[in-house]
């Protein structure tokens, strides 16, 4: 059910935001590679220069295990992919991650395992899924980030250099590609 709304409402979402992004194929469904050659480019990385996208989405989905919660209380989403949301971070990415102000431009260098996971809630507050991003993917345009769309059972969605992912987080390529928890939503 969820995942089925989810499946209807992204390409309306997209359309609704492709203004602010600098793309927005209002045809990039889930499921669809979004930008054509992500796939190819994601898994050519396992096993090259020690960047698994196995091993990084096993480490997504057990990372209640390690991960720290950033944000408080569940906010609206920005992706149109769930109801609601909360930020997640690996201890590689926790300090630099805290000290992101998503009001400043202060660039940010984030260590090679560095992990930060978006969690999904649905209207009943629910886990749906997560968006996840990784760093150490020597294939990355977007300097070294992986980007990866999960259901809450495991199910993988897009994976690597994610064009709509890319799009819309390359209004913060200059402050690391991430936008932050606005500092009254931090626990
Ligand atoms: C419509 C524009 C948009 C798209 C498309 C988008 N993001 Fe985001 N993303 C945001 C915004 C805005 C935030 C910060 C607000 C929030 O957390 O909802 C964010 C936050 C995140 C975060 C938390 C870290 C941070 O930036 O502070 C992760 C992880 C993330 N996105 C991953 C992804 C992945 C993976 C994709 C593609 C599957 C994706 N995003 C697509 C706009 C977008």
New binding site residues.
Partial sequence: MNAIHAVRRLPLVLAV?APA?TRGDDDAEPGASSTGESDAGASSGAGGGGFDEAAVIARALAYRDDFTQVSDEP?A????LADT?Q?WASPEALMPYRALDPAGTDAVAWSPAAM???EHLDAGGVVSGY???AQGDPDSSSDGWW???LDADGTVH?TGQ?G??I???TTVAARGW????PLDNRR
Avoid: N
């Fill in positions: 935001i992004c906010r989403s920005q992706h149109g949301v930020v930060l996971l978006k968006t996840v991003m980007w990866g769309r897009e994610v709509f992912c799009g819309c987080h991430a936008y932050g928890v």
